[in-house]
């Protein structure tokens, strides 16, 4: 079992490497990037010129608590972070899915932030 799950987490890290060597965030489109667990989900945007988080969102803020890990939650969290995207005025971003396949929970952030207006 333990065999199977450090396999895993070095797919996964593999994987991660080979996108970060591809995309950046930039000050006009700054890098969102996802981070997950079987109990919470924390989006962060990222511009690594300067090496500063603009905007975060995460299920461990007071407010998001009660919004769960699941497909549901992962889509109404996008819609979150897509609404304080627009009050900073930023309008696209570059999407990092960290590693993570684009299914399930990931594709549904995705798809709650682009609801939001957010491009990318």
Same mark, same amino acid.
């Given at each position: ?53 603009? +905007? ?10 009660? !919004? /769960? $890990?699941?497909?549901? *939650?992962?889509?109404?969290? =996008? ?14 971003? +570059? ?10 929970? !990931? /594709? $549904?952030?995705?798809? *709650?932030?682009?609801?939001? =207006?957010?491009?990318?």
């Amino acid at each position: 079992m333990l065999r199977k799950m450090l396999e895993k987490d070095r797919k996964r890290l593999k994987r991660k490497v080979h996108i970060r060597k591809k995309i950046s965030g930039t000050t006009e489109r700054p890098r969102m990037t996802v981070t997950k667990s079987n109990r919470r989900l924390s989006i962060q945007i990222i511009d690594d010129t300067k090496g500063h988080t603009l +905007v975060s969102a995460s299920t461990l803020e007071k407010e998001l608590r009660n !919004v /769960k $890990a699941t497909v549901a *939650g992962a889509a109404q969290l =996008g819609e979150i972070m897509g609404k304080r995207l627009v009050e900073k005025n930023i309008k696209s971003v +570059v999407f990092d899915r960290n590693g993570y396949l684009y299914h399930g929970v !990931v /594709k $549904a952030l995705a798809d *709650g932030t682009r609801k939001a =207006g957010i491009q990318f």
